[in-house]
């Protein structure tokens, strides 16, 4: 995993932009997928509720905000590599009203588009800080 650095934005949307690279062999053009599924879902809710860090942080998470991914979808246009440099382009589109929405794009190193993807998902204030070990 190596981030473009920088902070970026996209029509006022937080972007989030890393290679990606799964260096372990993989045995079909099925398990490419499924891991570049993995490697899509985790950043949207991170990405999107950057531009409220004054209220809110990562660190947060299942301590003073539950969230959780209500949906994942990925389209595959072309083959996937894993095994060669991948870079995922994560925007942050929306977060508010206890929901979050994201979308992105996978790039092979050519600037080729591999895949894109969707996440909804869902964000709550809890009334209590939970102990993270045990709401996960």
Partial sequence: ????????????????????????????????????????????????????RDRFSLADAHRTISTGVIAHTIHYVEPVDCSRWLLIVVEGTSAGNGRIYGAGSVFDEAGTLVAAFHQDSMAKSLDAQADPRRVL
Avoid at 13 to 33: C, F, I
């Fill in 1 to 52: 995993w190596r981030p473009v650095p920088g902070e970026h934005s996209r029509d006022g949307a937080p972007v989030q932009m890393a290679w990606h690279r799964y260096v372990e062999p993989l045995a079909s053009g099925a398990a490419h997928q499924a891991v570049l599924a993995w490697a899509t879902c985790g950043d949207v809710i991170g990405t999107a509720i950057r531009p409220h």
